[in-house]
């Protein structure tokens, strides 16, 4: 079964349906389950999160499953992982990287030992980019 993080562009203006979500629950009240979400709040932090390095990054976690984000950075580095060379990564950069994605609820870090282990738990992702307008409510997105 696939399972599949959606991302929006949208402010924070726009998680209204969050506050009600949790206030309904505060009152014991039932609440259905809604698709998991990740919001991004503009196009450049969009570009920025989803860009090839991170997203060779998030496919190499589901595909090799590593065990550390040092293996994670040893697995995007062997010659057999299609790695182009100018997107070279040492663990440094693998580690900000990881902590990025982390920060917006694209990849958890469990403990495992003395290291951290990056875990996605989708095999999808499915992007919703408004085209009408950015998401602070400017003009629409400009593709110079």
């Known amino acids: 079964m696939t399972r599949t993080l959606h991302i929006r562009i949208e402010s924070t203006a726009d998680f209204g349906d969050l506050g009600e979500t949790l206030e ?65 990564a040492s663990p440094p950069d693998v580690l900000d990287n990881v902590q990025e994605l982390a920060e917006y609820g694209l990849v958890e870090l469990e403990a495992s030992g003395a290291a951290k282990r990056p875990v996605v738990w989708y095999d999808e992702l499915d992007i919703d980019v408004p085209l009408h307008g950015d998401a602070d409510g400017s003009e629409a997105v400009n593709a110079d």
């Open 24 to 88: 309904s629950l505060d009152r014991g009240e039932d609440v259905s389950p809604a698709d998991p979400v990740c919001s991004i709040e503009d196009i450049d932090t969009l570009g920025r999160i989803l860009r090839p390095i991170n997203l060779r990054l998030l496919e190499t976690i589901v595909e090799r499953e590593p065990e550390s984000i040092r293996a994670l950075a040893r697995a995007v580095d062997r010659p057999d992982s299609q790695w182009v060379a100018s997107q070279h």
